[in-house]
């Protein structure tokens, strides 16, 4: 059995890797071989890939066949080893031992929506009461998981309590024993990215870091309150990024799982992949994408990125004067999302199938 921890998976982005990793669960088979890049013991024979609420698959959330795999993810079973699906791995010995998805969370009501979403899957589980902020709370997260995905939380105290937390599910997933961790990581947690270099000196564990940027998500939360109550003039810092769908980072930690699970994902090990973009925007174009897509007039009018303090958290806040600040720079961009899975999701994309979210009332 196959063990993923994904912690915190109750935000947008640790949400879109469990959808992601149970499409990968629903169509794997699990044997006991030796994983190469992994630490041994893993290995994953890929039928078809299933698809979790419309996200892989035939886009209405059903299985697209059992080796016929319509979806538009690039399997690791035929990027890696160039056999058929339907081909057994020689060097595997394959068994019907489901992929287990642990979804670690901090309250009981996240783990209920959760479940919810994904009523219909049996290889999910849930790690409760989770504070990544109190390592003590993060004893059993880890526990027999042979990959980790971390997710990089925003914590309402700000950017130096966002790196403290992520260090302390770095650590305890290395004190659990865990192969190898993703860890989606903003750029500017360089430290975290050392001490990922750190532990693979010390117990030879393999990683992986994604770095994301400006979620899609982002948008809908700064600006569906202020469309639905009729404001069209956007006052909102002058900011340029390279928009992050959070399931393409899904994708691409499922991809990666998979290579490690088939003992190929040592090629992951030491990498950067910044999964940002394709494209980089203004907030202005952004805006003007959205007005489009609702037919409003939406306009943004520019204020500097300090006049958010006294009104909004104090991680958002920095997160706006970080951008700012930084310009066209601020969020690397990347094809390698296009690489790895065979799509990249542009913001016209997502927008059309998001774009009734902007008139919600929160």
């Not at 024979?45 to 697209?64: A, E, K, P, Q, T």
């Amino acid at each position: 059995m196959v063990c993923v921890a994904v912690v915190p998976a109750s935000s947008t982005t640790g949400g879109a890797c469990v959808a992601q990793l149970i499409a990968l669960a629903g169509s794997c088979s699990v044997g006991g071989g030796a994983g190469a890049g992994g630490g041994g013991g893993i290995g994953i024979g890929i039928g078809g890939i299933c698809g979790s609420r419309g996200v892989l698959g035939d886009g209405n959330g059903s299985c697209c066949g059992e080796v016929s795999c319509k979806s538009d993810f690039i399997s690791a079973c035929d990027e890696v080893t160039g056999r058929k699906k339907s081909d057994p791995d020689p060097d595997v010995p394959v068994d019907s031992s489901p992929v287990m998805i642990r979804a670690c969370v901090r309250t009981e009501d996240a783990a209920e929506k959760i479940a919810l979403r994904h009523a219909e899957c049996h290889q999910l589980t849930f790690v409760k009461g989770i504070n990544a902020l109190q390592p003590s709370t993060l004893g059993s997260t880890f526990e027999n998981a042979q990959v980790a995905v971390i997710v990089t939380p925003m914590t309402k105290e700000g950017f130096s309590k966002d790196k403290e937390a992520t260090k302390n599910m770095i650590q305890a997933a290395a004190a659990a024993g865990v192969k190898h961790r993703l860890s989606l990581l903003a750029d500017r947690f360089i430290d975290s990215e050392a001490l990922l270099d750190q532990l693979h000196l010390k117990y030879g564990l393999t990683w992986t870091s994604l770095r994301g940027g400006y979620f899609n998500s982002n948008f809908i939360h700064a600006l569906a309150p202020r469309i639905c109550a009729g404001e069209y003039n956007i006052a909102f810092p002058n900011i340029t990024v390279a928009p992050c769908d959070p399931t393409d980072i899904g994708r691409v930690a499922a991809h990666i799982t998979a290579d490690y699970a088939l003992g190929h994902g040592t090629r992951h090990h030491g990498k950067f992949y910044d999964i940002s973009g394709p494209e980089l925007l203004s907030f202005g174009q952004i805006l003007s994408k959205i007005g489009n897509a609702l037919g409003l007039p939406l306009s943004h009018e520019q204020i500097p990125a300090i006049s958010l303090q006294q009104h909004v958290p104090v991680y958002l806040a920095q997160l706006m004067e970080y951008l700012e600040s930084e310009g066209k720079k601020a969020v690397p961009h990347s094809d390698i999302v296009a690489i790895l899975t065979g799509q990249h999701t542009t913001f016209d994309i997502w927008l059309e199938t998001n774009k009734a979210l902007f008139l919600k009332k929160s």
